[in-house]
Nanobody, 120 residues
């Protein structure tokens, strides 16, 4: 499974970005999908995850109410809509996929990451 994330960039605080991630190499319709992020000097953290049906989503407390994860299994896509962005959201964002439980922190397949920079 290969994952390619896109949509990162520079945005002012309070702005919005939408990240996209396409999977290839194998159908991932029944895989859990997630977005992680890693800020400079910090450990990687789970931002949001979604079950393969799309029926349940999990969010880090720091992004609840601001970020929304969604997926389109027909297109092998997962998205992260980020609103009300804050400077502390600045990080490299990675999409991930795994046949296991969505809320876990260990995912087998990873994209290369896309940089999100939020200016104050």
């Amino acid at each position: 499974v290969q994952l390619q994330a896109s949509g990162g960039g520079l945005v002012q605080a309070g702005g919005s970005l939408r990240l996209s991630c396409v999977a290839s190499g194998r159908t991932t319709g029944r895989y859990s999908k997630a977005w992680f992020r890693q800020a400079p000097g910090k450990e990687r953290e789970l931002v949001a995850a979604i079950t393969w049906t799309g029926g349940t989503a999990y969010y880090a407390d720091s992004v609840k109410g601001r970020f929304t994860i969604s997926r389109d299994n027909a297109k092998n896509m997962v998205y992260l809509q980020m609103n009300s962005l804050k400077p502390e959201d600045t990080a490299v964002y990675y999409c991930a996929a795994d046949p296991g439980v969505a809320s876990q922190h260990r995912y087998d397949y990873w994209g290369r990451g896309t940089l999100v920079t939020v200016s104050s």
